[in-house]
């Protein structure tokens, strides 16, 4: 039971398939656990941005169900909806309104009187009450980007739905931004976010789920995941450049650097005790000496291309 | 009921109405204007009376129908395109609003706007010509079903259309020429009797000529049955507008 409680949204084998023939999701099965931050990761067209508007009420599934806090989309659809706030993919902005009536506006189509306060909080969170009077079609890209999500946040919402978020957003802008999630995870605000940035993932999410061809491959604790598949590489600054990799380190796998300075071992994070210990004692047995060795594990971006590759 | 949703979408395309006034009033007031300057001065002084009506007050309710049909229509199918064209469609899809709710705001602005235009139009007019109203229940009853209906028209439309020229088409090729072969400017009882039975199919004719009795107590046809194709035409466009909410047709995909 606690684990339903714990859930905050269900999706179960949800398909789409568009007019055009075009399948964009297949038998998706999702759980989101209430508070989380989640990262949805995946090529273009992958579904991604199918997935949330199906979960919005923006596009209609074509089988399959989604339970937003105990509420069908479709049955109790205002219910469901009256939980969640959008930051769409695109940057759609009224043109002639005013920064404060644009968010106004949000607030009022989801039922709620109007809160100046809070419409002012979320302003100056965003880093936008200089311009609450200012036309919208007045401001940066960047601007306009942190307007659509003051809109997602007017009706303070419980999820928040955050669609290729930082895109073509300049880096402290995307820095404000983690802050402003983590922040919102502070208030019990689940957050799902869906992005290209594989680093934004690896920044704030806690789980990831990798989309690919409509189909979710996979869905992991970040750490865990990172754990699970992850490739470790040690490199080894050498103190004597080598012409070649010797024959006794051949079980290895092993790259070596164009000036054979640097040899660099692959090995697996999971047997990785064991394997590179083993592989420095074959290195001072075969009379290599080094001056400085460095370890690196591999990013959610190796893992994910590696992923999306596999399914190809 | 979601009513702050309605007044949200309400306020927003009033406040539309308030940038481009304009658009929205002084230029419906200046061609207003301008056919009481061509028809009721120019031509009019040299036409007799309309069923003892001067020809000047003869074409008002006439023109006040011309310009709520053609701005219901504009207005309401502008209000609903334009969000579609920008994407910020996706706002409202997305909210907890039922469609009876974003027809009442979108429609029920238009309509208000028609209204209003209507009023300023008659006050024009009063300038001009002497204007006496014999049933003032019923040409605000007949100003207000017109209005709602054809704003729900302008609604379709504003769905229906994928181009900004789409918009244009069915106002410009069909409700303007509906109305001006719709007795605005002349009883269709003056018709050659074979043109009259045509022009009994034009939908408008009933409309202004419910309108016309309100003002002057004569109408081409029977106000009963003006009455009842207002509400048909009403009865009509809800019907449509209810079938896109049902089939999601080019809102949802």
Not at chain 2, 55 to 73: C, D, E, K, N
Request: glycine letters at 8%; charged letters at 20%; hydrophobic letters at 50%.
């Amino acid at each position: 039971m606690l684990t339903v409680m714990d859930d905050i949204i269900e999706i179960s084998d949800l398909s789409k398939k568009y007019s055009s023939g075009f399948v964009a999701l297949e038998g998706v099965h999702l759980t989101i656990r209430r508070g989380e931050i989640f990262a949805l990761l995946g090529p273009n067209g992958a579904g991604k941005t199918t997935l949330i508007s199906i979960v919005c009420g923006i596009v209609n599934a074509t089988t399959g169900r989604v339970v937003v806090d105990g509420n069908d989309i479709v049955r109790d659809w205002r219910a469901a909806r009256s939980l969640i706030g959008l930051v769409p993919q695109e940057l759609t902005t009224d043109a002639f309104e005013s920064v404060w009536n644009t968010v106004s506006f949000t607030r009022g189509l989801f039922g709620l009187r109007a809160k100046p306060a809070h419409i002012e909080n979320v302003l100056r969170a965003l880093a936008l009450w200089d311009k609450k009077d200012s036309r919208v079609m007045t401001l940066s890209g960047g601007m306009k980007r942190r307007l659509l999500i003051a809109k997602a946040l007017a009706h303070e919402p419980r999820i928040l739905f955050l669609d290729e978020p930082t895109a073509g957003v300049d880096v402290d802008l995307r820095h404000d931004m983690w802050q402003l999630v983590s922040r919102l995870r502070g208030e019990g605000v689940t957050v799902i976010l869906t992005t290209h940035y594989i680093e934004e993932a690896e920044e704030m999410a806690d789980r990831v789920g990798v989309i690919n061809k409509g189909e979710l491959v996979l869905v992991r604790n970040k750490a865990d995941l990172l754990h699970e598949l992850g490739t470790k590489r040690l490199s080894l600054r050498l103190r004597h450049p080598l012409a070649r990799v010797p024959e006794a380190l051949a079980a290895w796998r092993l790259e070596l650097s164009s000036d054979g300075g640097e040899l660099t071992c692959l090995y697996d994070a999971k047997a990785a005790r064991d394997g590179v210990g083993r592989f420095l004692e074959k290195v001072r047995e075969a009379g290599i000496e080094f001056m400085d060795l460095a370890t690196t594990e591999t990013s959610l971006e190796d893992i994910f291309v590696s992923l999306v590759r596999e399914k190809r | 009921m979601n009513v702050e949703a309605v007044y949200a979408i309400y306020r927003f395309e009033m406040a539309r109405a308030r940038r481009t006034v304009t658009q929205t009033i002084v230029s419906p007031v200046i061609s207003t204007s301008l056919y009481f300057v061509v028809f009721g001065a120019a031509i009019g002084s040299r036409i007799q009376s309309v069923g003892g009506i001067g020809y000047g007050s003869f074409i008002v309710p006439g023109l006040v129908m011309l310009s709520l049909l053609a701005q219901s229509i504009s207005n309401a199918s502008f209000g609903i395109y334009f969000p579609r064209f920008t994407g910020t469609i996706y706002e409202v899809l997305s909210a907890p609003v039922s469609p009876l709710e974003i027809v009442l705001g979108y429609a029920g602005a238009a309509a208000t706007k028609s209204i209003i235009l209507g009023a300023i139009i008659l006050a024009t007019a009063g300038i001009f010509v002497p204007l006496h109203v014999e049933h003032p229940i019923w040409m605000v009853g007949f100003l207000v079903l017109t209005a709602a209906t054809f704003s729900l028209f302008g609604f379709i439309i504003g769905i229906w259309a994928d181009g900004f020229e789409k918009l244009q088409i069915v106002p410009l090729l069909i409700v303007t020429p509906l109305t001006f072969l719709g007795g605005s400017f002349y009883s269709i009882n003056m018709l050659p009797p074979a043109w009259r039975t045509v022009a009994l199919f034009n939908p408008v004719v009933y409309l202004i000529s419910g309108f016309r009795w309100s003002f002057y107590g004569i109408a081409d046809v029977n106000v009963g049955v003006s009455l009842g194709m207002t509400a048909l035409f009403l009865a009509a466009a809800l019907v449509v507008v209810g079938r896109i909410f049902r089939t999601g047709y080019r809102l949802k995909t």
